[in-house]
């Protein structure tokens, strides 16, 4: 099973910019679905944004389109969150998570099998 390991957390200012990694080690990025969710305490995890491992597309939650890209690198084996003009409301603990389900069941939470640590992310206002 492959290990995820997030960084790139931390507290900015509204408007800032934050870029998240997550190193996977144990198996390749290249062979799975790569998503991002987040959390807030006492909220369910929501999807954030998915690297498919098929084509490599990315899809995005409306409330981070067009402020948020992901990416992955294979030869690095990491995948990427670009998150720009961030808002208060992005404060949470950010996870990304490994799986191989099929395009319909991307942004389902219980269909990945690997999640990282999390890492958290707080913005000021």
């Known amino acids: 099973q492959v290990q995820l390991v997030e960084s790139g957390g931390g507290l900015v200012q509204a408007g800032d910019s934050l870029r998240l990694s997550c190193e996977a080690s144990?198996?390749?990025?290249?062979?799975?679905?790569m998503g991002w969710f987040r959390q807030a305490p006492g909220k369910e995890r929501e999807f954030v944004a998915v690297?498919?491992?098929?084509?490599?597309?990315?899809y995005y939650a409306d409330s981070v389109k067009g402020r948020f890209t992901a990416s992955k690198d294979n030869a690095k084996n990491t995948v990427y969150l670009q998150m720009n003009d961030l808002k208060p409301e992005d404060k949470d603990v950010y996870y990304c998570?490994?799986?191989?389900?099929?395009?319909?069941?991307?942004?389902?939470?219980?269909?990945?099998?690997?999640w990282g640590q999390g890492t958290q992310v707080t913005v000021s206002s």
């Open positions: 144990g198996g390749s990025v290249r062979n799975y679905n």
């Open positions: 690297v498919r491992r098929n084509g490599g597309f990315m």
């Open positions: 998570a490994a799986g191989s389900q099929e395009m319909s069941a991307l942004r389902a939470s219980e269909k990945y099998t690997s």
